[in-house]
């Protein structure tokens, strides 16, 4: 699996958007961006995923550069309840038998 | 859908002893599940991947002997923690996953080893 850079914190105004960037400039062309969240002490949600086209969910946006060497994730409206810690992750979708690499992801403090 | 369960959520032991987790997945079958720890400000670290009925494949550094996983059904996976000591004290997470591109992750389990 490809290496991502993430920042280890960013804060946001509750109710703001925030954005959360992730590099990815090894990506092959057969790997998508995944973003998990971990809110403290539970296991990881899963949260948007993408290959080279912008998706949304009900959850995320997910902005994947033209050069995929990059993405960023946006929470259009930040809430307390989305503190947590982010991860960006970039891997193969033949199969979920493929294994998860976790980096140290990006902490999000969202402030009152 | 796509529920994973962990039990317990939370277990303290002695030294010496050995501790088991179940992970099972509550609505879907599970070919391949995955076991993660998780020490403290730190982020989840793969431990093993295993197949239904198979065994294990274990990650470098991670003694099989010490943690035995079994995976003997679709919706169940168990990892045992033998002879447990202290430094062993973690969170263990485990995922499951179907021939699909997702992985779904259980809630975790705090082991405290005294």
């Known amino acids: 699996d490809a290496k991502t850079t993430q920042p280890p914190s960013m804060d946001c105004a509750e109710g703001r958007a925030a954005n959360l960037p992730c590099n990815h400039s090894?990506?092959?062309?057969?790997?998508?961006v995944y973003w998990y969240r971990q809110i403290h002490s539970q296991g990881p949600q899963y949260i948007i995923h993408?290959?080279?086209n912008n998706e949304t969910n009900e959850m995320a946006s997910l902005i994947i550069t033209e050069d995929r060497k990059s993405s960023t994730l946006i929470l259009p409206h930040a809430t307390l309840r989305d503190t947590a810690v982010y991860y960006c992750?970039?891997?193969?979708?033949?199969?979920?038998?493929?294994?998860?690499?976790f980096g140290i992801g990006t902490k999000l403090q969202v402030i009152p | 859908g796509a529920v994973v369960s962990q039990h317990p959520s939370r277990v303290i032991c002695k030294s010496g002893t050995s501790v088991k987790i179940e992970c099972r997945s509550l609505?879907?079958?599970?070919?391949?599940m995955f076991w993660y720890r998780q020490f403290p400000k730190q982020s989840l670290m793969l431990m093993a991947t295993?197949?239904?009925?198979?065994?294990?494949?274990?990650e470098q550094g991670v003694e099989k002997d010490k943690f035995l996983i079994n995976h003997a059904s679709l919706t169940l996976s168990t990892l045992t923690v033998t002879s447990a000591h202290p430094e062993d004290s973690s969170f263990y997470i485990c995922?499951?996953?179907?021939?699909?591109?997702?992985?779904?992750f259980g809630p975790g389990t705090r082991l405290t080893v005294l």
């Open positions: 992750i970039v891997r193969v979708a033949s199969g979920g038998y493929q294994k998860v690499t």
């Open positions: 295993s197949n239904e009925g198979s065994k294990a494949t274990y």
């Open positions: 993408g290959l080279k």
């Open positions: 995922s499951a996953s179907t021939s699909g591109n997702e992985q779904f």
């Open positions: 090894t990506i092959s062309g057969n790997e998508y």
């Open positions: 609505d879907f079958q599970a070919t391949t």
